[in-house]
């Protein structure tokens, strides 16, 4: 019988590693074309990219961000006509806040604004008076912007505690400095009307840096300028103040230390002040500090050193009326009109030849306003624990002191006296100030021929004891700690305006010294 062999043929082993490498092949020839049309597309795309966003809508959007911030989408919600619909709440929502707060405002919360409001408008009304009086103007104009103002900032402002007003070192910044161009002596009207534009320029400059977000233009004064920079503008100050008190008539109108000494050992020597105004001005003065200290003592007695000045101011004019004082020398107010802002719309002056001089001023006082409102304004939010914005703090201000301009007001900002009265004295919005304001207006309306006799050394002895707070030696010994070039910054800025001027403070410190310590970083590297 045969036998039947089944032979079974299987491919050589070298089959494997060409159908290998001819996939391998494959793959590389789908790659290097999927990779041709990816750059065939990322080619079509660099050529039909769109254009770069213009300059106007780089402001609209910049704008936008700062007056109105839209809630975000949620992408796993269908898209709605809800916050179409709601845009123009949330935009008067975001440039009021006010409307946002204001429904859910309750009767308690009035209470503790209504009793800080009050307590605020008693340091209010004398501190504006001395303030006018320091910024070369009719002590009216220092109550004006202690009422349109607050209540603007009431409106558009976010901080719960800050009190609007006139404050020192700006009433200084624009008697020095507008005092070279117009004299208030000579042409008290043309120097009136320089005021309000700078006032203009200056809301004008601080609405712009909010909306554009230029806030980064305030970090240029750094911290330690703005310290040797209010010491020794408070130093000035007090200085000058010693014209009211010792009832000197003949004063210079420089700013600097020694032309103040000066003007003041000649009026001694020749027997040129008058010893009554000394003694009414110095006795209430220790009478306000000796307050103070015991309202610092005893935080239940927070409204006593709040009350004083105005307790000072009533009591003087009194004591000056009853006794005919001021037909024995005692220097007074005298011209004092009231009522209601009158509209100062048609005194701005655009087309003067001091305009360009106007702009430069009100830059100047803008960045200088800001730089103190927004640090009293973040001090106490983080105190109380909130977010304060800077960009629209700077919008507010910026309004505030716009509409202030057309209203007779001068430059109004936060004051840290004034703010800290306000906290301590248990206040929750800024309905405070709006309680101030009204206050304040109704002694406008009724009360200012009784201030008639107020002696212009109570003014003085009211603007000195709030100067000490503007002195923070601990500060600056902290800064020497810390950065010796920093503390050149503070030194440099000091004696600028206390043997210079106040531009001459400023020029020192800013430009000069952080171009020395960018100098001094550069060679590091």
């Known amino acids: ?21 001819q996939q391998l092949d494959a793959d590389a020839a789908a790659s290097s074309t999927a990779a041709a049309a990816a750059a065939s597309e990322r080619g079509k795309w660099l050529l039909s990219s769109p254009n770069p966003p213009s300059p106007w809508q780089e402001i609209y959007t910049s704008v ?5 911030i839209l809630p975000q989408p949620n992408n796993r919600q269908p898209r709605t006509n809800t916050n179409n619909n709601k845009w123009p709440i949330l935009f008067l929502q975001a440039l009021f806040p006010i409307l946002k707060w204001g429904r859910n405002y309750k009767a308690t919360k009035f209470k503790n604004d209504l009793m800080a409001g009050l307590t605020l408008a008693s340091l209010c009304i004398p501190q504006s008076i001395g303030y006018a009086n320091l910024a070369n103007l009719d002590p009216q104009y220092g109550l004006y912007t202690s009422v349109v103002p607050p209540l603007i900032y009431a409106l558009m402002g976010s901080s719960r505690e800050i009190a609007i007003g006139p404050v020192a070192v700006v009433s200084l910044l624009l008697s020095a400095m507008i005092s070279k161009l117009v004299d208030p002596t000579v042409d008290p009207a043309g120097y009136r009307r320089f005021v309000f534009t700078v006032t203009f320029f200056t809301g004008t400059f601080q609405a712009l840096f909010g909306l554009f977000r230029l806030g980064f233009l305030i970090d240029f004064l750094s911290h330690a300028a703005i310290v040797g920079f209010m010491g020794g503008a408070a130093i000035v100050i007090g200085l000058q103040q010693l014209k009211g008190l010792l009832g000197i008539t003949h004063f210079t109108t420089k700013t600097d230390v020694v032309s103040v000494v000066g003007a003041v050992a000649k009026a001694l020597i020749h027997h040129q002040w008058l010893p009554l105004n000394f003694v009414i001005g110095c006795t209430f003065l220790i009478f306000i500090l000796a307050t103070r200290f015991v309202g610092r003592r005893n935080k239940k007695l927070f409204w006593l050193p709040a009350m004083a000045p105005l307790f000072s101011v009533v009591l003087s004019t009194l004591i000056v009326y009853l006794t005919k004082a001021d037909k024995h020398g005692v220097k007074i107010v005298k011209h004092f009109k009231g009522g209601i802002n009158p509209i100062s719309v048609n005194q701005l002056d655009f087309g003067g030849q001091h305009v360009g001089q106007a702009a430069k001023i009100g830059l100047i006082c803008s960045l200088i306003a800001l730089t103190e409102a927004i640090a009293v304004g973040r001090s106490f939010a983080s105190i109380k624990g909130y977010h304060l914005d800077g960009n629209k703090e700077m919008v507010a201000m910026g309004f505030m002191n716009v509409i202030g301009s057309c209203t007779s007001c001068y430059t109004a900002t936060g004051s840290f006296s004034r703010t800290a009265v306000n906290f301590s004295a248990g206040c929750e919005t800024v309905v405070s100030n709006i309680v101030m304001a009204i206050t304040v ?25 709030a100067l000490p707070g503007l002195i923070d030696v601990n500060e600056a010994y902290n800064i020497w700690k810390v950065d010796k070039l920093d503390f050149l910054v503070c030194i440099g800025a000091f004696f600028g305006v206390l043997f210079g001027s106040v531009e001459i403070g400023l020029l020192v410190a800013v430009p000069f010294v952080h171009i020395l310590k960018i100098s001094l970083h550069m060679k590091e590297f």
Do not use: H, N, Q, W
């Not at 936008?64 to 109105?68: A, D, G, M, R, S």
């Not at 207006?441 to 004891?465: H, N, Q």
């Open 1 to 21: 019988m045969g036998t039947t062999t089944t032979t079974t043929t299987t491919p050589p082993s070298d089959t494997f590693p060409i159908m290998e490498l």
């Open 64 to 68: 936008k961000e700062t007056v109105l």
């Open 441 to 465: 207006l109704i002694s406008l309306l009724l009360f200012t021929r009784l201030l008639y006799y107020t002696p212009l050394a109570i003014l003085a002895s009211i603007i000195l004891s």
